[in-house]
């Protein structure tokens, strides 16, 4: 089945350490986004690549990252994570056209100690 | 902008009961409006959309009509079960291209 998939679904990382969360897709999606959601609140959305366009969010912090090596992969990079870092981060994609569907990892949940 | 309204919860449900979660939107134009749920300790997953005034989207018994008229998507079940229990978001997506906006969700548990 085509699908969005997270890893690792849990990730543990001390405070000020870098820490890179990855995000693979076999939908062939153009469209790629991270988001960051806590205690079941609205996902935040970080930044969004429109193929190898790349958007950051007016109040994404600095210390957030993202690289998209190609169609399939996304990563995001958390260069000196703080305890308000600890999250779920979500990876959707979609198709080019406006008002499409967005579809969703699992998430990676992290803890920062 | 563009906004999302949803009802707040928690809302507590006896299986079979029925459930209504209100939502509103503001936004230009004709944008696209959906419900995602969201099971414990997963992503975010379509339960229905809606692309155009007076479309009905409908999926595991849920549904949701698009009023241009009163700016709403409110999503219902005529008889929920233990299994529904999640969190729902109600979601706009601009008709021109640009960014989603989510509304805060409403978590649902339903009883046995």
Redesign the interface.
Known sequence: DAM?I?NPRYQVTQFGKPVTLSCSQTLNHNVMYWYQQKS????K?LF?Y?DKDFNN?ADTPDNFQSRRPNTSFCFLDIRSPGLGDAAMY?C?TSGLA??????????T?LLVL | GNSVTQMEGPVTLSEEAFLTINCTYTATGY??L?W?V?YP??????LL?A?KADDKGSNKGFEATYRKETTSFHLEKGSVQVSDSA?Y?CAL????????T????T?LTVKP
């Open positions: 969005v997270q079941s609140q609205a996902p959305l969004h429109y969010e979500l959707a406006s008002q499409e569907t967005q579809y969703f990892g699992p998430g949940r | 944008p696209s959906f995602y969201q300790g997963e992503g975010l997953q379509l959309k692309t969190v978001f997506s601009p008709q021109s291209r640009g960014k989603s989510f509304g805060d969700g978590t």
